[in-house]
């Protein structure tokens, strides 16, 4: 199993959140678009969690694929209060330069599938910023979540 999300920061020292998710079908890990650890979920009307949408709030999934746990209690835990430095797999390249701004988005290609991941910042809401590209870490994006 790969991993696409490791945390940097202790863990411990973060608030960490269980949500609802507004459509079971994507913590199923047969379906062809799962959920993945990593990926940026935001809030909607009901106080539920869905992928978020290009340029919002969101928060990181802090769950693997296909954890049973999430699937009994249709819930999965997101990284919700404090800033924290991660590395991730769910990234697009393009334009990402070290201390730049980084934002959600929609439509990120990874693994054959189309996700909510991370981005260089051009408008809508500053998640976080760069602090080690890819090509210098193992091609995982590190970068610091300094909103929340």
Same mark, same amino acid.
């Given at each position: 199993?790969?991993?696409?999300?490791?945390?940097?920061?202790?863990?411990?020292?973060?608030?960490?959140?269980?949500?609802?998710?507004?459509?079971?079908?994507?913590?199923?890990?047969?379906?062809?678009?799962?959920?993945?650890?990593?990926?940026?979920?935001?809030?909607?009307?009901?106080?539920?969690?869905?992928?978020?949408?290009?340029?919002?709030?969101?928060?990181? *999934?802090?769950?693997?694929?296909?954890?049973?746990?999430?699937?009994? $209690? /249709?819930?999965? +835990?997101? &990284?919700? %209060?404090?800033?924290?430095?991660?590395?991730?797999?769910?990234?697009?390249?393009?334009?990402?330069?070290?201390?730049?701004?980084?934002?959600?988005?929609?439509?990120?290609?990874?693994?054959?599938?189309? *996700?909510?991941?991370?981005?260089?910042?051009?408008?809508?809401?500053? $998640? /976080?910023?760069? +602090?080690? &590209?890819? %090509?210098?870490?193992?091609?995982?994006?590190?970068?610091?979540?300094?909103?929340?």
């Amino acid at each position: 199993m790969i991993v696409n999300f490791e945390l940097v920061t202790d863990v411990q020292d973060l608030i960490r959140r269980d949500f609802t998710l507004a459509n079971q079908a994507i913590i199923n890990p047969t379906n062809p678009n799962p959920l993945l650890d990593g990926e940026w979920v935001a809030l909607n009307s009901a106080y539920q969690i869905d992928r978020a949408a290009t340029g919002v709030l969101g928060f990181a *999934v802090f769950a693997e694929k296909g954890r049973f746990d999430v699937q009994a $209690i /249709g819930k999965t +835990t997101v &990284l919700f %209060a404090k800033p924290y430095e991660a590395d991730t797999r769910i990234f697009t390249t393009t334009g990402l330069v070290l201390g730049g701004a980084l934002k959600i988005s929609a439509t990120v290609s990874y693994n054959s599938q189309t *996700v909510s991941g991370l981005i260089a910042y051009d408008t809508g809401i500053i $998640i /976080g910023y760069v +602090t080690r &590209l890819p %090509a210098n870490n193992g091609g995982k994006l590190r970068f610091l979540k300094t909103i929340g």
